[in-house]
């Protein structure tokens, strides 16, 4: 028995495999428990992910990096990607929630922002974040930009503007409804309305490098059957 035993086991290690996958920061919570929940099955597997900016990955896999699956917080890099021959068609997987939040002032709407008491205001970085481009499209169709355009503070990608707020480093700031703890009754924090930005939509793709990995395949249709932990961790259904 325990040579049959030994048998699977080895066989399970023969056909172990690893993937890299790039994605965005404000799945950091989410991809983590989807990837828990993948090797609960899959436990011969290794799956390396590092959260950077879309924008930023984009540009790793544009320049050949070894990456086999991309999972984007929006669907512009992963279609340029398809665009220039180096991914597979883009595949939707949640839609992205955009919040102003904060650990010391009181929130009531966009118009808080511009309470005098407010001197730093953390900001994904447009050209790199859709969050932050999201959170910028929000406040120039209120008008409201020009007038705290001033006090903005910008972040690399929506982990560091979130870790800003988070260390009163920014007193308010823009971020994933996904990156903070909803019950803690120690923050205020709104939705940004949707109507003030384009919908985040938010797309994987694989890489030319990983399209034939099986394992990147089988973890790519994983994460788009995860619908309930999506929910859970505040993200929408497309």
Request: glycine residues 2%.
């Given at each position: 028995?325990?040579?049959?035993?030994?048998?699977?086991?080895?066989i399970?290690?023969?056909?172990a495999?690893?993937?890299?996958?790039?994605?965005a920061?404000?799945?950091?919570k989410?991809?983590?428990?989807i990837?828990?929940?993948?090797?609960?099955?899959?436990?011969?597997?290794?799956?390396?992910?590092?959260?950077?900016?879309?924008?930023?990955?984009?540009?790793?896999?544009k320049?050949q990096?070894?990456?086999?699956?991309?999972?984007?917080?929006?669907?512009?890099?992963?279609?340029?990607?398809?665009?220039?021959?180096?991914a597979?068609?883009?595949?939707?997987y949640?839609?992205?929630t955009?919040?102003l939040?904060?650990?010391?002032?009181?929130?009531?709407n966009?118009?808080?922002?511009?309470?005098?008491?407010i001197?730093?205001?953390?900001l994904?970085?447009?050209?790199?974040?859709?969050y932050?481009?999201?959170a910028?499209?929000?406040?120039?169709n209120?008008q409201?930009y020009?007038?705290?355009?001033?006090?903005?503070?910008?972040?690399?990608?929506?982990?560091?503007?979130?870790?800003?707020?988070?260390?009163?480093?920014?007193?308010?700031?823009?971020?994933?409804l996904?990156?903070?703890?909803?019950?803690?009754?120690?923050?205020?924090?709104?939705?940004?309305?949707?109507?003030?930005y384009e919908?985040?939509?938010?797309?994987?793709?694989?890489?030319?490098?990983g399209?034939?990995?099986l394992?990147?395949?089988?973890?790519?249709?994983?994460?788009l059957d995860?619908?309930?932990?999506?929910?859970?961790?505040g993200?929408?259904?497309?």
């Amino acid at each position: 028995m325990i040579k049959i035993l030994f048998f699977f086991l080895s066989i399970n290690f023969i056909f172990a495999d690893t993937i890299q996958v790039l994605a965005a920061a404000n799945l950091s919570k989410v991809l983590e428990k989807i990837k828990e929940d993948f090797l609960l099955t899959n436990p011969q597997h290794k799956i390396h992910i590092s959260y950077i900016s879309s924008g930023k990955a984009y540009a790793q896999i544009k320049n050949q990096a070894p990456v086999d699956l991309f999972v984007s917080a929006d669907t512009f890099y992963p279609q340029k990607l398809f665009e220039e021959k180096l991914a597979t068609k883009p595949r939707i997987y949640a839609k992205g929630t955009l919040i102003l939040w904060s650990k010391n002032i009181k929130i009531k709407n966009l118009e808080t922002l511009l309470d005098s008491k407010i001197k730093n205001i953390a900001l994904p970085n447009p050209d790199l974040a859709p969050y932050g481009r999201a959170a910028k499209q929000a406040l120039e169709n209120t008008q409201l930009y020009p007038k705290i355009a001033h006090k903005i503070s910008q972040a690399s990608s929506i982990s560091q503007a979130h870790q800003w707020i988070d260390s009163n480093n920014c007193e308010i700031g823009f971020d994933a409804l996904s990156l903070i703890d909803i019950k803690d009754n120690n923050i205020s924090f709104i939705k940004v309305p949707t109507t003030l930005y384009e919908p985040i939509l938010q797309a994987l793709t694989l890489t030319k490098f990983g399209e034939q990995n099986l394992l990147a395949q089988k973890f790519a249709n994983f994460i788009l059957d995860s619908k309930i932990i999506f929910e859970q961790h505040g993200y929408l259904l497309p």
